[in-house]
């Protein structure tokens, strides 16, 4: 298994440019999430979906949308990017129930944006 | 709302010295508590989880930690570190409902000396 994959791993983009973050996972886990990462604030959720078709909010999800079409992949978007984007973007996968609290993450993906 | 403090940014301890990381969380009801570990340029990994019973716990890699409601701490150990152990260390607490979503606490980097 694979486990969480994220595409790309590095990207530099512009101000104003949009871009996708794709996020899959082989376990068939029901719950997906986005965090961010930036230096002295640990990981902070975006925004997560507990099941194919659903998206909600999370802490910081200003700027950024997310789609989950289908159960093994979540994809986040930045439709017009600002520099304070610039971060280190994590996806985590759980199952659902009680168990879910142990989550799956990704390699990251390491966002740059000029 | 639910917040998780490691008071300490850095901590550089000399291979086979012990090893305590400090994690304090605020809660309202009993909290379900974690540990996660993020080696260089790579994604989270569980160490160990707390959710009742039992306050001290074993995890992976040879780590334990002690929950101690009256002091709202949730600190890791080690006896014996390893130069493998540098990382960065992770503690969260997790929200009760829907999502199982997390709350993560700014972080620890260990650094281990030969």
């Known amino acids: 298994n694979a486990g969480v994959t994220q595409t790309p791993k590095f990207r530099v983009l512009k101000t104003g440019q949009s871009m996708t973050l794709l996020c899959a996972q082989d376990?068939?886990?029901?719950?997906m999430y986005w965090y961010r990462q930036d230096p002295g604030m640990g990981l902070r959720l975006i925004h997560y979906?507990?099941?194919?078709?659903?998206?909600a909010k999370g802490e910081v999800p200003d700027g950024y949308n997310v789609s989950r079409l289908k159960k093994q992949n979540f994809l986040l978007g930045l439709e017009s990017a600002a520099p304070s984007q610039t971060s280190v973007y994590f996806c985590?996968?759980?199952?659902?129930?009680?168990?879910?609290?142990?989550?799956?993450f990704g390699p990251g993906t390491r966002l740059t944006v000029t | 709302a639910q917040s998780v403090t490691q008071p300490d940014i850095h901590i550089t301890v000399s291979e086979g010295a012990s090893l305590e990381l400090r994690c304090n969380y605020s809660?309202?009801?009993?909290?379900?508590l974690f540990w996660y570990v993020q080696s260089p340029g790579q994604g989270l990994q569980l160490l160990l989880k707390?959710?009742?019973?039992?306050?001290l716990v074993q995890g992976i890699k040879g780590f334990e930690a002690e929950f101690k409601r009256s002091q709202s701490s949730f600190n890791l150990r080690k006896p014996s570190v390893h130069w493998s152990d540098a990382a960065e260390y992770f503690c969260?607490?997790?929200?009760?409902?829907?999502?199982?979503?997390?709350?993560f606490g700014t972080g620890t980097r260990l650094q281990v000396t030969l």
């Open positions: 979906s507990v099941g194919e078709g659903t998206t």
């Open positions: 376990m068939n886990h029901e719950y």
């Open positions: 985590a996968s759980s199952e659902a129930g009680f168990s879910s609290y142990e989550q799956y």
């Open positions: 969260a607490v997790g929200e009760t409902g829907t999502a199982s979503k997390l709350t």
């Open positions: 707390y959710f009742s019973g039992d306050t």
């Open positions: 809660y309202g009801a009993t909290p379900y």
